[in-house]
């Protein structure tokens, strides 16, 4: 009567068979017992595959088993009787299949139907996750667009199996780019000092402040002292510092909130005032090098070195993620550090994590980090996504679009009488949806992978998209809807109404048991697009049953309901962690 995950329960009632059939043996080899999936779900629902290499580890012993299902059916006969798997049977070269027993399927719907969707239970580390990221005065672009979906969705996941997550944001506001961007804004905007410039498009401001700095000799040295002066702590330069990172902020948090993402800033300058004493720890280890009067540290992976502190006196990005890395472990405390950037910083981050290590900032016995480094997005050619006249794609532009496109198809829907949606709420769904639908095409891949942008497969009413797996929800909700009966309060009394009967319903059930599995999953490899994977198979599995099952007046109704109201729970779980509001009419 838990919410172990599953996978991890079966696990080890086999590791206890394999301990009776052949006692100390996974001890002696450390060997993990490898525990999965049936397929095809006929034969079973899990699957023990470790006959094979435990057959082979006994080769040549006394009293070895003969073959692998020697091996499968001594640890079949080894298994006691339990309430959670039932006819086991041996296949092929020696995999053993078994299926959940219908008890343990029903208490464990039970369980979630009284309970609502739980993780399993882990052990509380503080995450510190960085993402988004954007840099001050510059758009945030489709690039920029993963590593905010992806990051607030890794947040989520881990929020909720309750662990304790920092978001932060590591906007790049210290960069020289400032040189340039306060020359210009104090040329463009004399009066600075006595109101607020209206900047309305940083962007444009940043393309001038760039052509004067590219073309304007004069312009260009102004602007060099200008980071000087600035990175000195000039007060003037700081006042127009912040002007900029204001005015930035507010754009930022515009797409932020129609993205429903939530960040806390902590930006490059943060970390200003402890970079001399990090650099200090770090030369205290005696690892650094004079390198043309620069400061850096060689490492054993990489052959360029680490940046520690410029010829000029000056830091760089480098510099401030050693403190970040350091602020991090030690003032935040956090067990686990989680970076996503774009691949081309896969470099950065292994040498900054290998620094870190010989610094003696970072101990990997004691502290987990991940560098995460997306690809990219391209159009139908292979090439960077850009718009029709080359230029990057802005975020907001991106959103406008699908939202739009999502209108008009509701408007069709409703021209057709396909849908009861209220007029009134059609701005509503197509926002929701079509958010859902940018942000659902991009986390349904792995992390890493580069893919193609295309409206027209993002936002299709078939297969693995947001619109989809949105519509299949809602048909699911006004099923529940239409019966009329209470559903929650049923699904509380636990009076036994729930028959899992028709094997459609059987491959659903043991579907919603996979749940937790997912997270564990997620954990571990940090592949967030499990949970697309996991939302569409499950998704599929409704289908089929709500065609060969019916639910409303059928005799088996009332337990049909409650298996409905199981899967919307944790459907809606799924949406709500990949960033998604699921919608019940639409
Ligand atoms: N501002 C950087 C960019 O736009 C990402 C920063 C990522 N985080 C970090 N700690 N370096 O690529």
Known sequence: KTHDNVLGVIESLFVDAVETAFPGLQERLNFRVEVSRTKPPKFGDYQCTSSMAIFTALKGTPNAPGSPRDVANAIVAAMPTNPVLEKLSVAGPGFINAFLTAPFVMSRLELLLRDGVKASPVKKMRVVIDFSSPNTAKDMHVGHLRSTIIGES?????????????????????????????????????????????????????????????????????SKDGVVKLQAGDPESLEAWKILCEVSRKEYQKVYDRLDVRLEEMGESFYNPIIPRVIEMVEAQGITEDSDGAKVVFTKKYKQPFMLIKSDGSYLYDTTDIAALWYRLHEIKADWIIIYTDYTQQDHFGLLFEVGEMAKILDPTKHRVNHIGFGTVNDESGKRFKTRSGETVRLVDLLDESRARMKATLLERIAAGQTSLPEAEIDRAAELIGYGAVKYFDLMRSPQSNYVFNYDKMLSTNGNTAVYLMFAYARLSSIVRKSGVDVEALATKQSGVLQIVDPNEAALAVELLQFQDVLVFINKELATNWLCTYLYALSEKVQVFVTQCRVLGSPEQNSRLLLCQATLKIMHTCFTLLGITPLDQI
């Open 154 to 222: 890794m947040s989520r996941i881990l929020e909720f199996q309750g662990h304790d997550v920092r978001r932060i944001n590591h906007v790049g506001d210290w960069g020289t780019q400032f040189g340039m961007l306060i020359t210009h804004l104090t040329d463009a905007f004399p009066t600075w000092k006595e109101e607020m410039p209206d900047i309305t498009d940083l962007t444009q401001l940043y393309k001038n402040a760039k052509q004067r700095f590219d073309e304007d000799e004069a312009f260009h040295k102004r």
